[in-house]
Structure formats: structure tokens, C-alpha cells
């Protein structure tokens, strides 16, 4: 079996889509699905884990929390069909790396140019906070969604400091070299990963971006504008040569 091509990064998704790893997170996501929220009455929720979402060799990967309840959890897409994806989507589509502004569906004709969406969790969680043991517990399928990825990724943009925390970890067991101590997340910093004795085909380094996490708390309350959004996005997408 070709581990590192479409066939790879496909039968992933696929085995993600049908984890049932997490007791807490399976009841609630299902739970989610059976009730559903009164806009979104009509839908088929998808009510299961979301994977990835992007070309398969991506060379820019953003990297988030966990799906909404009734975003990604509904859609099956990451960042689709809430208002934190209403940001990301827009200011992705800005800068030139997405087809469309706005994400509504798996079925919308939606494109990403060189970029791949992922989580280090991938099902809704209670109030938005997965804890340590299911971030723990996910971290497996990062690990390989990152090396399926080597041979193209060259820059990561994390979304918030949960997302970052879960990071670094999966990167050190992906093939990269992560600085101890561990370095602090904050919006805007820059660190540069070594490969760690990787395959010839893996020996780029990775440029990590922190950034604000694209949450309603964060953009309601100007944390987060879109320019500062789009800078990062601009700044990782020429490290990652997808812009000039």
C-alpha cells in the first residue's frame, strides 16, 4: 500500500471518519446529531469524526482545535458551517488560497490551493474543551496525517494554544525536531523545526505559525482582526512557496 500519496491521506480520512475511540466525545457528538439545533432542523447531521480537509500535497497545513458542535460535526468538514469558519474561509480566500469565501457544505465546490485543514481532535467536544486524555488519545491520527504530509508541508499555522500544546508533540513523533523547552505559543511567533533523522524525501525543515484561534470570543472582541488573520496566512503561505 503507497502511504505517502492520495491513497494514503484517503484511507486515513476514512479510518478517522469511523473512530470511536472516546466514550465522552462519541455520546455527545451523537447527541448533537439526534437533537440537532433549531436552524439546522432539516440537516442529516454528520455526527461523526471530521477529517482533513485539503489537496494531498499540501504544502501549508492550519491547524485548529476540534470541530464545532454544529459546524463540522454537522457539515463533516473542518471549519464548515459556523462562524469561526466564516473568518478563516474569508481571509483564506483573500489571500488567494481558496476557491470561494464562505464554506456551507461538503457538497459548496469549495477549493483549497496548497493548503490542508486539520485538528488535533477530531470530534466535537462538550463545550468546546476536549480534555488532555482525548487530545492524548487523537493525537495517533496527527502523527500520521503529518507524515503522509512530509514529503509536501513546509510551514504549519496552529490556531491557539490548545492547538499548539497538542502540536508539538505529534511533530517530534512525525519525524521533526522539536526545541526544548518547548517553545511558548503566541500570536505572530515563528519557530523553525529540524528534521529528526528523517527520510531523504521528509529532510525539509517546518516552519510553525502561531496564531489566534478563528473563535467568535477571539474575533467578536478584535483579538483577532481579519488583517492579523491574513498576515499570518500571507507570511506562512510564502514561507511555504505558495505566494511570491
Known amino acids: 500500500m503507497n502511504t505517502h500519496g ?35 432542523a432539516d440537516w442529516t447531521y454528520w455526527g461523526r469524526p471530521v477529517p482533513g480537509f485539503g489537496p ?40 488567494g488560497l481558496a476557491s470561494r469565501p464562505e464554506a456551507v457544505a461538503l457538497d459548496d465546490g469549495l477549493e483549497l490551493y496548497g493548503v490542508r485543514i486539520t485538528s488535533p481532535v477530531h470530534c466535537a467536544p462538550p463545550e468546546n474543551k476536549p480534555t488532555p486524555t482525548e487530545r492524548d488519545t487523537c493525537r495517533a491520527w496527527l502523527v500520521q496525517e503529518l507524515r503522509l504530509l512530509r514529503p509536501s508541508v513546509r510551514a504549519v499555522v496552529v490556531l491557539g494554544a490548545f492547538g499548539w500544546q497538542a502540536a508539538l508533540p505529534a511533530f517530534a513523533e512525525a519525524g521533526w525536531t522539536v526545541p ?65
Request: charged share 25%; with cysteine.
Open 56 to 95: 494531498d500535497d499540501a504544502r501549508l497545513l492550519i491547524l485548529g482545535l476540534a470541530p464545532a458542535a454544529h459546524g463540522g460535526n454537522r457539515t463533516g468538514r473542518m471549519f464548515t458551517g459556523d462562524r469561526s469558519g466564516d473568518v478563516l474561509y474569508r481571509a483564506l480566500y483573500d489571500v
Open 180 to 244: 526544548r523547552p518547548r517553545p511558548a505559543f503566541a500570536h505572530g511567533v515563528r519557530v523553525t523545526l529540524a528534521p529528526a533523522g528523517a527520510p531523504a524525501d521528509a529532510s525539509a525543515p517546518l516552519d510553525l505559525f502561531g496564531c489566534f484561534h478563528v473563535s467568535q470570543r477571539n474575533t467578536f472582541t478584535g483579538r483577532l482582526t481579519p488583517e492579523m488573520l491574513r498576515e499570518v496566512l500571507r507570511t506562512a503561505a510564502t514561507t511555504a512557496g505558495l505566494l511570491p
Open 6 to 40: 492520495p491513497a494514503g491521506l484517503a484511507d486515513l480520512d476514512h479510518r478517522i471518519a469511523g473512530c470511536r475511540a472516546c466514550p465522552r466525545l462519541v455520546a455527545w457528538r451523537e447527541e448533537v446529531a439526534r437533537v440537532k439545533r433549531a436552524a439546522f
